[in-house]
Structure formats: structure tokens, C-alpha cells
């Protein structure tokens, strides 16, 4: 009896053993599929935020006076308007980059551009920019146009952000070659992230600017259907000196407000997308093979949700709970490029109802 009572208790022990085995391997399994979610979810525990940037109101409105709109800014108007040079690393966004030099074309003196034949991530790519050129053959007398070969041997992994920090060595090198001099105006933004018109327009025409300004943009994801916050504020405008330096980061407390739009991830084809995640600096957010799949994302671009399932990336648990879930969509197409309207029809997956992408 007591041998059996034993046998049966060691069975049990070995059971309680394997579940227990299983269980805490679904657990490791889990928490390393989900670490990113989990880190960002604490983030308010142990993250501080930035330093808080002291905003410049933004004054504008279609029939007043530059004049005008300089003193209310406490600036006042120049005598004659400043160059402005507007620099660009440029990937695959030929949508956006189309509209970002229809927007700015009337204001900018030069629009300098840098590609490489390799992605940040080491993948050789084609020269996108470089081949579809005549597309803007409208702005060709102000093109400044940077090549940037790359060589980096099959099979070598690459640090992304090394990478992206070469290629904004290389255009601080081809901005000194484009004709910019001291007091010139030197807009500093991704393809993605676009200045307005009338935004350039008061930076050109305004004396006492601070010598570096951040410019908030309203963040936008797929499309400007779907308005997130106005958290995008990378993009600066900077009176040039010897001493500039074409930086992505926080240089300034200054920021002017409501100067634009980042539209990040708007792109007219699936496979565009795919190109993005697998070529910039975050491609590590790509953990499974399936987060490639069109049909998956498809439906994340339809239903405002994050293309790698991730939570918001915020300082406050009231913030971080405030955006959780899809972003809401936006019947407005209101306050967008002048050049998006005017061509909606060429445009129409920018708009609101024009979810859908084809596949290449």
C-alpha cells in the first residue's frame, strides 16, 4: 500500500514538474514576444520625459500682411527675403517627397537631396529618386541632387543608426556645396515631415528669427485619415552659419507651432511599406516574418492600428492609456498641402475613405 502510495506521489510529483516546466516556458516565451510592449507600458516608471519645449504661437490666416504676421510674432519684416534651403535623406517616399516640393516650391531656392544605393539597414536598393527624376522635372533648376555609394559585404550586420549618421555627414558636406550662405534659411526634416507654405513663406520674410526653431507638425499615420497628436517636432528651421550641422535631434526649447505635417507610413503601394520596415533605423520592431504580409498589413492600415502591434510610446500612464487601441479616423481634409487637394484624385489613399493599397 505504501509502496503504491509512492509510485503514485513520485507520478505526481514528475506531472506537477512537467506542467510547471511548460508553464514557466510559455511565460519566458511570452514575455520575449511581448518585451517591447512591456517596456513601453512601464515607461512612465522608469523614464522622465524631455525637458518641455516653449512654444511659439503660430499666427496666420490667408489675407493678412506678412508685415502683419511678423510683428505678431515679434519678429519684424525684412527687406528682402532670405534664401531658403530645404534638405532632404531620401528613401522611397516619392508620393510625399512630390508634395512636400509642390507645397515649397514657390519659397525655396534649392532643394538638396541625398540617396544611397543601400538602405540603413545594409539592403541594397535602387536609386528611387534618381530614376523617377522627370516626375519633377517641375523643380529641376533647384535640385541639388547627392549620391551616396555604399558598400557593406552579404551577410554583415550593420548598425542602422551608424548608418543613418553617415548619410547626415555626407549632406552636411553637400549642403556647403549647394550655395548656401551665412543668414540663409536652412529647413532640416525627413522626406515625411513637410513644412507648410505659409510656415517657409514667414521664415523668409521675417528678421529677428531665433537662430534655430523646431517646427511642430501634426503627426499623421497611412494617410491624413488618420490624425494622431502633435507630438512631431524633429523638423528645424536654422539660420545658417558655418557652424550648422544637419541634425535629426533635439537642438532647441523652441518650437513654432502647428508648422506642418508628418505623415509617416503614407505610402500608395503595400510593397512600399514592407520596403520601409525592413530599411530604416527601427526595423527591429519587425519580430515575426508574418508582420510582412500584405494582407496583414492591409488590415492594420484599414483599421488605424499599429503595423507591429505596439503599445503607444508615452511618459504618463494617462497619455499611454489615452492612446491605446486604433487611431481614430478623420473625415476632415481640411488645413492639408494645397497640391493634395488640387490633385485628390491622383492622391486619393492620402484622403479620407482611401484606405485601400494596391500591391505594388
Known amino acids: 500500500m505504501d509502496s503504491k502510495r509512492n509510485v503514485t506521489k513520485r507520478g505526481f510529483t514528475k506531472y506537477t514538474f512537467l506542467v510547471l516546466l511548460v508553464l514557466i516556458s510559455l511565460s519566458f516565451i511570452a514575455v520575449f514576444d511581448h518585451t517591447q510592449n512591456i ?37 519684424s519684416l525684412s527687406s528682402e527675403p532670405r534664401n ?60 541639388s541632387y547627392g549620391f551616396l555609394p555604399l558598400e557593406i559585404p552579404h551577410g554583415v550586420q550593420v548598425d542602422p543608426f551608424l548608418v543613418e549618421s553617415h548619410h547626415r555627414s555626407i549632406m552636411n558636406e553637400l549642403i556647403r556645396r549647394s550655395g548656401i550662405t551665412d543668414g540663409d534659411l536652412l529647413i532640416v526634416s525627413d522626406t515625411d515631415e513637410i513644412p507648410s ?23 499623421y499615420v497611412y494617410s491624413f485619415e488618420f490624425p494622431v497628436d502633435y507630438n512631431s517636432w524633429r523638423a528645424t528651421a536654422h539660420m545658417y552659419s558655418r557652424w550648422t550641422q544637419y541634425r535629426h535631434s533635439r537642438q532647441t526649447d523652441l518650437i ?33 516574418k ?3 504580409d500584405y494582407s496583414r498589413i492591409q488590415k492594420k492600415i484599414c483599421g488605424g492600428d499599429d503595423l507591429y502591434g505596439m ?46 493599397r494596391s500591391l505594388e
Open 39 to 75: 517596456t513601453s507600458f512601464f515607461r512612465p516608471l522608469w523614464d522622465t520625459p524631455p525637458s518641455p519645449f516653449e512654444y511659439i504661437p503660430h499666427y496666420y490666416a490667408e489675407n493678412a500682411s506678412m508685415n502683419k504676421l511678423c510683428n505678431l510674432h515679434g519678429w
Open 256 to 288: 513654432l507651432s502647428d508648422a506642418g505635417w508628418h505623415c509617416s507610413f503614407c505610402f500608395r503601394h503595400l510593397s512600399e511599406f514592407v520596403t520601409k520596415m525592413t530599411a530604416y533605423s527601427h526595423a527591429d520592431r519587425v519580430k515575426k
Open 197 to 219: 507654405s505659409h510656415t517657409v513663406k514667414l521664415l523668409k520674410s521675417c528678421d529677428g528669427l531665433p537662430t534655430v526653431l523646431h517646427l511642430e507638425m501634426r503627426n
Open 311 to 356: 503599445l503607444p510610446e508615452e511618459y504618463t500612464f494617462k497619455n499611454l492609456i489615452g492612446k491605446m487601441g486604433s487611431v481614430p479616423r478623420s473625415a476632415s481634409a481640411v488645413h492639408l498641402p494645397a497640391y493634395l487637394i488640387e490633385n485628390a484624385e491622383k492622391f486619393k489613399f492620402l484622403l479620407p475613405g482611401g484606405c485601400q
Open 84 to 143: 531658403v534651403f530645404d534638405a532632404i535623406l531620401f528613401n522611397n517616399e516619392l508620393d510625399l517627397l512630390e508634395l512636400r516640393w509642390r507645397e515649397l516650391y514657390p519659397y525655396v531656392t534649392k532643394f538638396i537631396i541625398l540617396e544611397s544605393n543601400m538602405t540603413f539597414t545594409g539592403i541594397p536598393k535602387p536609386l528611387t529618386f534618381a530614376l523617377n527624376r522627370e516626375r519633377f522635372a517641375f523643380a529641376e533648376e533647384k535640385i
Open 290 to 292: 508574418d508582420y510582412l
